[in-house]
């Protein structure tokens, strides 16, 4: 996008640009703070031979799971598997590849990424297997691990807010890992609940800038609840 107008009015436009075999950075937590819209784009563009990097891959029909039905991704960066049989099944099969990654990790290599920092040293994961083919370094006494940082052809997520100059604003829990995967795309997209004027955000409470974000779309969300939790009378 051209300009400081980054918003778009259709989900085509937001993905324009996507292509067989690019990485894919998904904000997002279960189904909490995902950017919908933007996953059923990509359903619905086909789009194959994908690396997706997200905490989890949804669940069975919903989410980050519905690319997985025809075997749109290639490979999974997660944290974990999660409430998904079609995942767990691809995974076991070894029709997915699969990089888990602990969860914390996981947001730092986006925020590294979005920051230019190639790599860092953590003590997560140090003699697991998470280490194995890894640098690993003893600083202080401590022994850590060697961990790349990520960066992607494409990032979507999903706020609460935002400008048309692509100034975001998340809310509650999808600050989770929003904020670090919008500055790890080489083209972020952002699906919001609401689009308002340059000036209507207070800068203080800006948490992504609009510098980092290319494309800004108003979606429509469902809200889903990943495992439904009743009490019994």
């Known amino acids: 996008m051209a300009g400081f107008n980054k918003v778009v009015h259709n989900y085509e436009d937001a993905m324009a640009g996507l292509q067989d075999g690019m990485t894919v950075i998904a904000g997002g937590f279960g189904l909490c703070g995902i950017p919908e819209g933007l996953i059923a784009q990509i359903k619905k563009m086909g789009t194959t031979d994908l690396t997706v990097v997200s905490n989890n891959c949804g669940v069975d029909g919903f989410g980050l799971g519905v690319l997985l039905e025809d075997r749109q991704i290639k490979k999974m960066v997660a944290s974990y598997v999660g409430e998904n049989a079609l995942f767990e099944k691809q995974l076991l099969s070894g029709e997915l590849e699969v ?45 850590y691990v060697l961990e790349e940082a990520i960066t992607g052809d494409f990032a979507i997520v999903r706020a609460w807010k935002a400008d048309r100059y692509g100034n975001l604003v998340f809310r509650h829990t999808s600050m989770n890992f929003n904020p670090m995967a919008a500055t790890a795309g080489k083209i972020t997209v952002a699906e919001v609940e609401e689009i308002v004027e340059p000036g ?27 495992r439904r939790m009743v009490r019994k009378d």
């Not at 986006?110 to 190639?118: H, Q, S, T, Y």
């Not at 953590?122 to 640098?135: D, F, N, S």
């Open 200 to 226: 209507e955000l207070e800068p203080s409470q800006i948490h992504t800038p609009g510098i980092y974000v290319q494309r800004v779309i108003k979606g429509n969300f469902e809200k889903r609840i990943e």
């Open 99 to 143: 990089e888990l990654t602990p969860q914390g990790t996981l947001a730092e290599k986006m925020r590294a990424g979005g920051a230019g920092i190639p790599a860092f040293f953590t003590a997560t994961g140090y003699g697991t297997p998470v280490a194995e083919g890894k640098e690993t370094r003893e600083i202080n006494g401590r022994h």
